[in-house]
């Protein structure tokens, strides 16, 4: 979702909360809800969060549905709400698809979970980290990590061949002499030859009969040669793979079935995944119905179901020790809805722990499930390459059967040759065919050092083909270790970036608000060992410290418990603010909402406004009249909401 531009915002709201109907025009910057409690302000900042994608709003009490719209501009966004037996469905197109960023560190209001942490003494790391997907990061990593063992390996193989070449360059250069040599060599014989051709005196028509006869001499040899070559090839082949295929054999006999089974530890990841987004759901609704909670019994949250029919409400529900239950409207004990809460906090805390005892498992499963599939792929591809061997060999042998037959059936062939040319009676016969015979090697010989040579060169050209491709392959490792680096920096900079906005902002705001002998509220980024299953991993967590002066100016830490109820409601939310900034909320939606200040004194509440302001574009506040006349003239006030 794109920020909106500055521009006025109108909401229209009916049966949400206490609300029958509303519309109320929102300018940028600050807008100031002003009035008693029980007026609807927290009612209509539950409205625009529902308009804006958030599912923690309520119908109003004697209502099946309701409805929000917002106008943003050229854009118009619809939240509906639909009661469906004991809970409320919700649909509509929002301004966000996705609220969990807003609503941790956007939506200020009471029972907001972000603000209420540091009251509880909640887990500040996991509130902050909450909307990373930890997950999903491990996973790339894996990825990153494999493709870049890929390319090192290749790399590797790379400088091998670059590492031969001077050996090539060498073995090329002695062909090259040996060639000369066997050229010159080659070119004397030639010319005795011509000297002995000079002497002879014979018939032409016997000289070309004895010339083609060693002609038919030197063809054959020459095809000999070639499949003597050949069968030293084929031989060769054969006693490599023969040697592989051992090797493979080995490898495949010794192979080890896994314990388990890859198909049945992927199943059991997505089963256990399924549980961590249900118990995220459920932690999330739980701290919901907490906060909420608290506020109702606290009697700082009443004016949300102010249109519940009967009498004033703040009189319906604080009648003595008997309170009117805002969920099925029967009076109970004020002790029994305190342990009812007391319960609920307990089974959040269970399903915190059974959550973190889920991310052990699918990480220790996720591990095993890659060793199960690497070990698998090692097995299939000597498998694979074993039969590949196999079908080889078996036509490999019949080659070097057929090789050996048709070298034996040429030297046949050359020795009827031979015999046919020395039956021819010429005179210098036997020298002239002795010569014959030593230039028909050379000749043979010459053509297997061009050979030689060509094959020397083919294997230069490749490697230096090959070579060329290093550069860039180096190049996507470099990439690879970089993202490998920012993976694995992301989660630790997010904590930096918290830690580091948190004391800074905590910093600034404690010198603005000038608390008595409150020095410093600042937050330590730590390292701690704890169990997860079965095994024990290092953790970060954040540690909360207070320090405060005594009289006589001696500084001492104190503790949250000793934190004043505005102390503690300014460092919540400082708290959610690094949040906001941190995970750049004001990218996805351009709304800070605060309510429930009172616990801050007027003047106070208006530096509060004042440092918040700045980094929102639309700053809503919901705020008693006495608090509100603190603020400045030129903010926009909402004294009535209908």
Not at 70 to 79: F, H, Q, S, V
Not at 136 to 154: N, T, W, Y
Not at 553 to 578: I, Q
């Amino acid at each position: 979702m794109a920020q909106i531009s500055k521009t006025v915002v109108r909401v229209d709201v009916r049966n949400i909360g206490g609300i029958d109907e509303a519309s109320v025009t929102l300018p940028d910057g600050v807008s100031i809800l002003t009035g008693r409690n029980a007026t609807n302000r927290t009612s209509f900042l539950q409205a625009l969060m529902a308009g804006l994608g958030s599912r923690q709003s309520s119908l109003k009490g004697d209502a099946e549905e309701g409805e929000v719209t917002l106008e943003l501009g050229d854009e118009t966004y619809t939240r509906t709400l639909q009661r469906r037996g004991d809970s409320v469905a919700f649909g509509g197109d929002p301004y966000l698809d996705d609220p969990e960023l807003a609503d941790l560190f956007a939506f200020l209001l009471e029972n907001n979970e972000a603000r209420r942490a540091v009251a509880r003494g909640d887990d500040l790391r996991e509130i902050i980290m909450r909307p990373i997907d930890t997950d999903s990061i491990d996973a790339e990593i894996r990825e990153c990590k494999r493709e870049r063992d890929e390319l090192e390996s290749e790399i590797e193989q790379l400088d091998s061949l670059e590492r031969d070449l001077p050996d090539l360059e060498a073995d090329r250069r002695e062909k090259v002499d040996e060639l000369e040599e066997a050229q010159a060599e080659l070119e004397s014989v030639r010319e005795e030859l011509d000297d002995l051709d000079a002497g002879v005196e014979e018939s032409r028509t016997r000289k070309e009969e004895m010339e083609e006869a060693f002609q038919r001499v030197r063809d054959a040899r020459s095809e000999l040669d070639d499949l003597e070559f050949d069968l030293e090839t084929e031989r060769s082949t054969l006693a490599e793979l023969k040697a592989e295929r051992e090797e493979l054999q080995e490898t495949v006999e010794e192979a080890e079935e896994p314990d388990e089974n890859a198909d049945r530890i992927a199943g059991r990841i997505d089963e256990l995944r399924r549980r961590k987004r249900s118990l995220d759901d459920d932690i999330n609704e739980l701290g919901s119905v907490i906060g909420f909670n608290e506020d109702m019994v606290d009697g700082s949250g009443i004016d949300i179901d102010e249109g519940m029919p009967g009498d004033d409400p703040t009189d319906a529900l604080t009648a003595g020790d008997q309170t009117v239950c805002w969920t099925c409207g029967s009076e109970v004990e004020s002790d029994q809805i305190e342990a009812t809460v007391d319960r609920l906090r307990e089974l959040r805390s269970d399903k915190l722990d059974e959550r973190n005892e889920i991310r052990a498992e699918i990480q220790e499963l996720t591990d095993q499930q890659s060793s199960i599939k690497q070990a698998q792929r090692e097995i299939e591809r000597a498998e694979e390459r074993l039969d590949a061997v196999e079908t080889e060999i078996e036509s490999t042998e019949p080659r070097i059967a057929d090789l050996e037959e048709r070298i034996e059936s040429k030297e046949a062939e050359i020795e009827e040759l031979e015999a046919e040319a020395e039956s021819v009676d010429v005179d210098g016969y036997d020298e002239a065919l002795e010569l014959h015979r030593e230039a028909n090697g050379i000749e043979l010989r010459i053509e297997r050092i061009e050979d030689e040579i060509d094959e020397i060169d083919d294997e230069i050209d490749e490697r230096e083909a090959a070579i060329e491709r290093r550069e860039d392959l180096k190049a996507e490792r470099e990439e690879l270790a970089d993202r490998l680096t920012e993976l694995r920096t992301r989660v630790d900079r997010i904590e930096e970036n918290a830690v580091d906005g948190f004391n800074e902002h905590m910093e600034t705001v404690l010198d603005i608000l000038e608390y008595e002998n409150l020095d410093r509220i600042w937050i330590e980024r730590r390292e701690t060992e704890v169990r997860e299953g079965r095994r024990k991993v290092t953790r970060t967590r954040f540690d909360l410290h207070i320090v405060r002066s005594s009289p006589d100016g001696t500084a001492y830490e104190d503790t949250v418990d000793h934190l004043s109820e505005s102390e503690r409601e300014v460092t919540g939310l400082v708290f959610a603010l690094a949040g906001y900034l941190v995970h750049d909320v004001y990218e996805t939606v351009p709304f800070v909402l605060l309510d429930s200040l009172e616990a801050i004194d007027s003047d106070r509440i208006a530096r509060v406004v004042d440092y918040f302001r700045t980094h929102a574009d639309y700053l809503v506040a919901a705020l008693l009249p006495e608090d509100a006349a603190a603020l400045p003239e030129e903010y926009a006030y909402v004294e009535q909401i209908d």
